[in-house]
């Protein structure tokens, strides 16, 4: 499409690339190529294969992966991380290269994805499922799955239009619903993969006017609960990463013609970040590690807490009743409302 998401590129960073020597456009990335080498050899060339968007695709099969250990290291991988155009997803993208795995970045505007230094840089509309069956079919595999991408749209629940929730939904949730449905079949077949789904302290607890946000990360995590249940029967781990708050965190949409009669309540949860433990907020480079340690180590529980206000929250709500955990937080921040 003219100008639009299928025509744009990905590059292969110099000196990261999986195929260790000179990059050759064989129509099969990194681990793929030296696997299948040894099978095709000379005819490696003539393998069917078909580039798109300048990533050097591979086959429809990928190659067999032997089963590893609950304590394994992985390296080499095939990872397609979605929201890589900043924050979270931008600083997950960079440190996975240059953990040596092959990363495929993906964003909306393909254009937030220059300066990458990724196996490929391609455009990915989540909330439409064409886009993501062309990515489906242009990559055939990928070995994880980051789901990162998220909107946020800010409000009292009796104001923020219905457009407004549905794009969060069709995001924060179908988008990530999408990818799994177009990847996980192969990672099941193959017996092996990974599932990072991004959520948030919001998935366990509901802040004023971030309600709608609230409800889609909370079901994001119910989401996760059930499959990764549903899939470690086939050697395919899924894990939740829920940070708290940090800087510079997602951008969050204003709703237009916000109420007056909200104004006090949202001055005052203007200053809940300033009353968080520890400090300066955490950056995006901390959650990316967390994400990247996940892909890149068997072992861990389910759900990872990044930050220190994530443990205090979540474990405040973990351990207190409903009232308790109310009074306990209008405490904390000072809420008069």
């Known amino acids: 499409m003219e100008n639009g998401c299928r025509v744009n590129s990905g590059t292969t960073?110099?000196?990261?690339?999986?195929?260790?020597?000179?990059?050759?456009?064989?129509?099969?990335?990194?681990?793929?190529?030296?696997?299948?080498?040894?099978?095709?050899?000379?005819?490696?060339?003539?393998a069917s294969t078909r580039?798109?968007?300048?990533?050097a695709m591979a086959p429809k099969v990928p190659p067999p992966r032997a089963a590893?250990?609950?304590?394994?290291?992985?390296?080499?991988?095939?990872?397609?991380?979605t929201g890589a155009g900043s924050g979270v997803g931008k600083a997950t993208a960079a440190l996975?290269?240059?953990?040596?795995?092959?990363?495929?970045?993906?964003?909306?505007?393909?254009?937030?994805?220059?300066?990458?230094?990724?196996?490929?840089?391609?455009?990915?509309?989540?909330?439409?499922?064409?886009?993501?069956?062309?990515?489906?079919?242009?990559?055939?595999?990928v070995d994880a799955l980051v789901n990162n991408a998220a909107i946020s749209f800010g409000g009292p629940i009796e104001h923020v239009a219905m457009e407004h929730v549905r794009q969060m939904f069709e995001t924060n949730v179908f988008g990530p619903v999408r990818l799994i449905q177009a990847f996980v079949p192969g990672m099941r077949?193959?017996?092996?993969?990974?599932?990072v789904n991004i959520s948030s302290v919001a998935g366990h607890v509901a802040q004023p006017l971030s309600g709608y946000y609230a409800a889609t990360k909370h079901a994001l995590e119910a989401i996760s609960e059930a499959l990764y249940v549903e899939l470690a029967h086939f050697g395919v781990r899924v894990v939740v990463v829920e940070p708290g708050f940090?800087?510079?965190?997602?951008?969050?949409?204003?709703t237009a013609g916000a109420l007056e009669a909200y104004e006090p309540l949202d001055a005052q949860l203007a200053q809940l970040a300033d009353k968080m433990p520890g400090g300066a907020l955490a950056?995006?480079?901390?959650?990316?590690?967390?994400?990247?340690?996940?892909?890149?180590?068997?072992?861990?529980?389910?759900?990872?807490?990044?930050?220190?206000?994530a443990n205090l929250i979540l474990s405040a709500r973990?351990?207190?009743g409903d009232e308790e955990f109310e009074t306990a937080m209008r405490e904390f921040v000072g809420l008069t409302w």
């Open 13 to 46: 960073s110099p000196g990261k690339s999986l195929n260790h020597g000179p990059s050759r456009d064989y129509g099969v990335c990194g681990a793929a190529r030296e696997a299948l080498a040894g099978i095709l050899g000379d005819d490696l060339d003539a």
């Open 51 to 55: 580039p798109v968007c300048g990533l």
């Open 68 to 81: 590893r250990g609950r304590a394994a290291r992985v390296t080499g991988v095939r990872i397609l991380v």
């Open 96 to 141: 996975l290269a240059d953990r040596g795995h092959e990363v495929v970045a993906t964003a909306r505007d393909r254009a937030a994805l220059d300066g990458l230094e990724v196996a490929a840089r391609l455009c990915l509309d989540v909330t439409d499922a064409a886009s993501v069956d062309e990515i489906r079919l242009e990559l055939g595999w």
């Open 189 to 195: 077949d193959r017996r092996s993969g990974v599932v």
């Open 246 to 254: 940090i800087t510079p965190g997602m951008k969050t949409h204003a």
């Open 283 to 309: 950056g995006p480079e901390v959650v990316a590690k967390v994400i990247a340690d996940a892909i890149d180590n068997d072992a861990g529980a389910l759900r990872r807490r990044v930050g220190d206000d």
């Open 318 to 320: 973990n351990t207190l």
